[in-house]
Structure formats: structure tokens, C-alpha cells
């Protein structure tokens, strides 16, 4: 990282970032170019290991470049909003919060790990349903398409006063 002064090494503070951010993009490797998804997102983060959960259609473009190689990269963000330091074009800035990282994707087949892995996405995006159980019948396990990217690394950084 070249701005080591951005740094976040707090765990409470890269927790913060995870639980406010909605959407985390995922590059995925294809031919030529990356394959760019933003994606809603569930996760388990306990400091030292960094689980993100997501959801989509049984088919597709992602899954089908997911099974020929399951190595990701990722980034998540919150913003904060435009800052003008001065009178000039180069005194603007960004607040801004982030996390940058590399693992693989793992499918997810099994009913009751999918399961849990859907009701961690749904309470991420609607705090209010975090202590909810949510229950899956099994034509709605099958009509998923669930997977998990397993952090092998990831940096958190932030611009902010």
C-alpha cells in the first residue's frame, strides 16, 4: 500500500466498513478482460478471517468464469463525500473508506450452510433482521446459485479528517 498513513489496522473500524457497505464488486478473471460484478453481500470477519456470502442465478456468465477459475479479487467502499481543500482544481478530495482483497470462491451446495449464508446477506442489508431466523424451503434452496470468496488477504484504508 503506498499511503501506509491511510492504513486501517483497527478491526473495529474495518468491521465498521463491512457493515455499512452495501455492494462489494468482484473481479473475476476472463479471457481478455476482468469480469467486474457489484454484488449485495453477507460476511463473517473475526479480525484475522474474512468470509464474504452472495447470491444470484444458477446460471450465468460469473458462475460459469467462477468454475473455470475461482481465484477473485475485491473491493468494498463507503464514501463520505467531496472535499475542497482550496481555490484550485488539484486542492479537491475524496473522503472515502475501503477494503481491497484476494481469495477464491467456493460454491455452496449444502442446504443448511446455504441457508445460513442467505440469512447472513439478508440481515447485512436490513439491520433490523439481523436476530431473525429465516426459514428456506428447499424449492428456494435450489432456485439459488450461492457461493463464498474466502479472504486469502485484504487491506483497509481510508481518507478522512
Given amino acids: 500500500m503506498r499511503r501506509a498513513d491511510r492504513k486501517i489496522k483497527d478491526q473495529d473500524k474495518i468491521k465498521n466498513i463491512l457493515d455499512s457497505a452495501a455492494v462489494a464488486r468482484i473481479a473475476i478473471n476472463d479471457e481478455k478482460y476482468p469480469y467486474i460484478v457489484p454484488m449485495n453481500y453477507g460476511c463473517d470477519f473475526d479480525g484475522a478471517h474474512l468470509t464474504l456470502y452472495f447470491h444470484c442465478a444458477l446460471e450465468g456468465t460469473r458462475i460459469d468464469l467462477l468454475k473455470k477459475n475461482n481465484f477473485v479479487s475485491f ?29 477464491q470462491t467456493f460454491f455452496i451446495d449444502d442446504p443448511k450452510e446455504k441457508a445460513q449464508a442467505l440469512s447472513k446477506i439478508v440481515s447485512h442489508l436490513d439491520k433490523s433482521a439481523q436476530h431473525k431466523d429465516f426459514a428456506y424451503d428447499d424449492d428456494a434452496l435450489n432456485r439459488v446459485c450461492v457461493f463464498k470468496i474466502e479472504a486469502d488477504s485484504f487491506t483497509a484504508k481510508a481518507r478522512s479528517f
Fill in 75 to 103: 473491493e468494498i467502499d463507503i464514501d463520505e463525500g467531496l472535499i475542497r481543500l482550496g481555490d484550485t482544481a488539484c486542492s479537491y478530495s475524496f473522503l472515502y473508506a475501503s477494503i481491497v482483497g484476494f481469495g
